[in-house]
């Protein structure tokens, strides 16, 4: 079936890494640009990057520029968040994002947990 | 950067009508989106390029959109549709994509 599902969420101290990924399924991968959004607990959503269908462009959010990496393998529909020199404020519930023709995010995955905490 | 701007909470009784408004500087000018969010589940797209709906959702859901403000409109307002709600836009100055500040809407 279409779904996304993220993974590699955990808790890790400020200032270390971490590597998120998304398991694209039901839908061809390559023909979209994709998306991570996240959460922070209690709080609304935020636009973190997006990378386009053929990897040829990258945008982010000004809060992670520079600290995040967005990464997609069309072989094996998997789209990446690496995330370094992470701070307390990146703690949220991280999606992962297909658009639709339109634009809209049409398709979001259930989420991966990260915590940043001494 | 571009700001979207919504009321923090609504209240509607079952049955009503429920507005939420989101501002903008000339959002007439862009495509909104509206999400629904329901605790602890991922947001659901229920209005796209400011009116449309996506199949499943039902027609009590519209939307509209000019000048500095968007508005989505519940219809004849269900418990269920009780929930956090987003618009979104596409800021083309920045490439970037911005979000509301999202509202609550509680059904009495």
């Known amino acids: 079936q279409v779904q996304l599902v993220e993974s590699g969420g955990g808790v890790v101290q400020p200032g270390k890494s971490l590597r998120l990924s998304c398991a694209a399924s039901?839908?061809?991968?390559?023909?979209?640009?994709m998306h991570w959004v996240r959460q922070a607990p209690g709080k609304g959503l935020e636009w973190v990057a997006v990378i386009s269908y053929d990897g040829s462009s990258e945008y982010y959010a000004d809060s992670v520029k520079g600290r995040f990496t967005i990464s997609r393998d069309d072989s094996k529909n998997t789209l990446n968040l690496q995330m370094n020199s992470l701070r307390v404020d990146d703690t949220a519930l991280y999606h992962c994002v297909k658009p639709g023709d339109r634009g809209a995010f049409d398709l979001w995955g259930q989420g991966t947990m990260v915590t940043v905490s001494s | 950067s571009y700001v979207l701007t919504q009321p923090p909470s609504v209240s509607v009784a079952p049955g009503q009508t429920a507005r939420i408004t989101c501002g903008g500087n000339?959002?007439?000018?862009?495509?909104v989106h509206w999400y629904q969010q329901k605790p602890r589940q991922a947001p659901v797209l229920v209005v796209y390029?400011?009116?449309a709906r996506p199949s499943g959702i039902p027609e009590r859901f519209s939307g509209s959109n000019s000048g500095n403000t968007a508005t989505l409109t519940i219809s004849r307002v269900e418990g269920g549709d009780e929930a956090d709600y987003y618009c979104q836009v596409w800021d083309g100055s920045s490439d970037h994509y911005v979000f509301g500040t999202g509202t609550k809407v509680t059904v009495l």
């Open positions: 000339n959002i007439g000018s862009k495509d």
């Open positions: 039901g839908f061809t991968f390559n023909k979209y640009g």
């Open positions: 390029d400011d009116s």
